[in-house]
């Protein structure tokens, strides 16, 4: 059928009010396409800016427009992992292949900056079981090339990010607001090779208005404006306490559940009701918290898949108590016993201590029930009697 004049002429004027409507707020130099790209993928582009040929969002995150499409990174989702790191086969052996990535520094950056850089490159790598593994490598050719550069806002330094599998190639330092204290420096450096392998911002929510979550992290108890008010990877303008800052618990939950080395490795998430405790390796259990429970953090890692030396982590039940008890021994309570109803295995941990595990020690209080803990303090403060260690967890 053939499409009248009138018909044409009234679907393009529609287009051209649609367009304006949505150009409005943009410069010119911003392509509506790339915005709303960005926008899908649940970036914040209220203050967008351009940054040589590309956009900083949220202050200091660097979107590389050729690489625009390889973010790979969904409205709802943290991080862009992406291809960096190739979902590996569960195996029977330890993994210790970490996957190296070289920061270079330009020659022009002041030696305050390098030793910024060097501390923060050994914080990244001081996490434990980090499937990467940063290094300074020659200026010109690493897989970061760390720069001066006249940043437009009020951010002291930008960083790519993550895309197309790779990390993001560059963070940008602006000698010109760079008047700040080292600890300061770090934080800033730290932070930003967070955005070079794909973390958001901590503090943001999306234009729909929820948060982005990785498993395991910050608690239901926290709300808006700040979840995780000590986490790195809050935006710069929301960071306090500068001087010698590392990752927050759930920082290291958030990089070590995104980036595994072993990923048999699963964390022990704890619980809390009233006096009680319950642990799960099942975030989708209670996730932040269900049924009464809060959840508070990752009491350490155990394992999915039971390795050389590591025996089964059974878990029970005690309705009338609402009591958890956990045990690597069958036999004590078998299927059930004492009102005790079995539910089952929940993973693995080793019996003996094995290199880089803590003992969890088992304490108990009547009326509380059973708690376990990394922190033998934390028994007694709260006036539990200690009565074993029951197995031994990955540290945090
Ligand atoms: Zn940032």
């Given at each position: 059928?053939?499409?009248?004049?009138?018909?044409?002429?009234?679907?393009?004027?529609?287009?051209?009010?649609?367009?304006?409507?949505?150009?409005?707020?943009?410069?010119?130099?911003?392509?509506?396409?790339?915005?709303?790209?960005?926008?899908?993928?649940?970036?914040?582009?209220?203050?967008?800016?351009?940054?040589?040929?590309?956009?900083?969002?949220?202050?200091?995150?660097?979107?590389?427009?050729?690489?625009?499409?390889?973010?790979?990174?969904?409205?709802?989702?943290?991080?862009?992992?992406?291809?960096?790191?190739?979902?590996?086969?569960i195996t029977n052996q330890p993994?210790?292949?970490?996957?190296?990535?070289?920061?270079?520094?330009?020659?022009?950056?002041?030696?305050?900056?390098?030793?910024?850089?060097?501390?923060?490159?050994?914080?990244?790598?001081?996490?434990?079981?980090?499937?990467?593994?940063?290094?300074?490598?020659?200026?010109?050719?690493?897989?970061?090339?760390?720069?001066?550069?006249?940043?437009?806002?009020?951010?002291?330094?930008?960083?790519?990010?993550?895309?197309?599998?790779?990390?993001?190639?560059?963070?940008?330092?602006?000698?010109?607001?760079?008047?700040?204290?080292?600890?300061?420096?770090?934080?800033?450096?730290?932070?930003?090779?967070?955005?070079?392998?794909?973390?958001?911002?901590?503090?943001?929510?999306?234009?729909?208005?929820?948060?982005?979550?990785?498993?395991?992290?910050?608690?239901?108890?926290?709300?808006?404006?700040?979840?995780?008010?000590?986490?790195?990877?809050?935006?710069?303008?929301?960071?306090?306490?500068?001087?010698?800052?590392?990752?927050?618990?759930?920082?290291?939950?958030?990089?070590?559940?995104?980036?595994?080395?072993d990923?048999i490795q699963?964390?022990?998430?704890?619980?809390?009701?009233?006096?009680?405790?319950?642990?799960?390796?099942?975030?989708?259990?209670?996730?932040?918290?269900?049924?009464?429970?809060?959840?508070?953090?990752?009491?350490?890692?155990?394992f999915s898949v039971a390795r050389a030396g590591m025996s089964?982590?059974?878990?029970?039940?005690?309705?009338?108590?609402?009591?958890?008890?956990?045990?690597?021994?069958?036999?004590?309570?078998?299927?059930?016993?004492?009102?005790?109803?079995?539910?089952?295995?929940?993973?693995f941990a080793p019996?003996?201590?094995i290199?880089?595990?803590?003992?969890?020690?088992?304490?108990?209080?009547?009326?509380?029930?059973?708690?376990?803990?990394?922190?033998?303090?934390?028994?007694?403060?709260?006036?539990?009697?200690?009565?074993?260690?029951?197995?031994?967890?990955?540290?945090?």
């Open positions: 059928m053939k499409k009248s004049l009138f018909t044409l002429i009234f679907w393009n004027l529609c287009t051209v009010l649609f367009l304006t409507s949505c150009q409005k707020n943009y410069a010119p130099e911003f392509n509506i396409t790339h915005i709303n790209e960005m926008k899908s993928m649940g970036f914040n582009t209220t203050n967008i800016k351009r940054f040589k040929e590309n956009y900083i969002v949220e202050n200091d995150i660097i979107i590389d427009v050729s690489k625009i499409h390889g973010i790979n990174l969904s409205k709802v989702t943290q991080t862009s992992k992406a291809n960096l790191i190739p979902n590996q086969a993994i210790v292949n970490k996957l190296s990535i070289s920061v270079g520094i330009d020659p022009s950056v002041s030696a305050d900056w390098i030793t910024a850089i060097t501390n923060a490159i050994q914080i990244w790598n001081t996490i434990p079981n980090f499937k990467l593994n940063f290094f300074l490598g020659s200026n010109n050719n690493s897989d970061i090339q760390i720069s001066y550069s006249n940043i437009p806002g009020d951010e002291i330094a930008a960083g790519i990010f993550s895309n197309s599998g790779n990390v993001g190639s560059a963070i940008y330092i602006d000698p010109l607001k760079s008047t700040i204290d080292a600890g300061h420096r770090q934080l800033i450096i730290t932070h930003e090779i967070g955005h070079t392998i794909g973390f958001r911002h901590t503090d943001l929510v999306s234009e729909s208005g929820q948060y982005f979550q990785i498993a395991g992290t910050y608690p239901s108890n926290n709300i808006w404006p700040n979840p995780d008010p000590v986490s790195i990877m809050n935006r710069m303008s929301n960071q306090t306490n500068l001087l010698g800052r590392a990752f927050s618990r759930f920082d290291r939950i958030a990089i070590r559940n995104t980036y595994p080395l990923e699963v964390p022990f998430y704890r619980y809390k009701n009233v006096g009680k405790h319950l642990y799960s390796t099942s975030w989708s259990e209670l996730t932040t918290g269900n049924l009464g429970w809060t959840y508070e953090w990752a009491e350490g890692y155990v089964n982590i059974h878990r029970y039940w005690l309705p009338s108590q609402n009591d958890y008890f956990y045990t690597t021994n069958y036999n004590e309570l078998g299927s059930g016993k004492w009102g005790y109803q079995y539910q089952g295995i929940i993973g019996t003996n201590q290199s880089g595990s803590v003992p969890l020690y088992q304490f108990y209080l009547p009326n509380h029930g059973h708690f376990y803990t990394t922190e033998y303090g934390e028994g007694p403060s709260n006036g539990y009697t200690f009565e074993r260690v029951v197995f031994y967890v990955m540290s945090n």
